[in-house]
């Protein structure tokens, strides 16, 4: 009797899972469609360990979403040898970036500009 309900309960896990990815794909149109929603289901289902749960997830990416997905795993490099704690906080850098970066890509531009008009 267990093993039935165990197996019903997989039945219609597996079903939701499936319509979830065929209305993603079809209906959403969303970017990464079926293979983004099996992506997560995938890592839910590993993450009892997630080196293997972020593997296979890009794996999956690179078999359906395209090869360049298959650079992604560099970023198991990363979130392997992170410890769970936060890091030194950069807030301030990150808030004057944004306007220094629009700064100086002007600058390249006005000089570029100039360049142009005197050749």
Do not use: Q, W
Request: net charge positive.
């Amino acid at each position: 009797m267990v093993f039935l309900v165990t197996l019903i309960r997989c039945i219609v896990m597996v079903s939701v899972v499936l319509v979830m990815m065929i209305i993603a794909e079809f209906v959403l149109c969303c970017d990464y469609g079926a293979a983004g929603v099996g992506c997560i289901v995938m890592m839910y289902l590993l993450s009892s360990n997630r080196d293997v749960a972020f593997a296979v997830a890009v794996i999956l990416l690179g078999l359906f979403s395209g090869t360049i997905e298959f650079f992604a795993l560099f970023m198991l490099i990363p979130l392997r040898y992170y410890n769970g704690k936060r890091g030194i906080s950069l807030k301030y850098v990150f808030y004057a970036f944004y306007p220094v970066h629009l700064f100086v890509l002007y600058l390249i531009c006005r000089l570029a500009m100039a360049a142009a008009v005197h050749t």
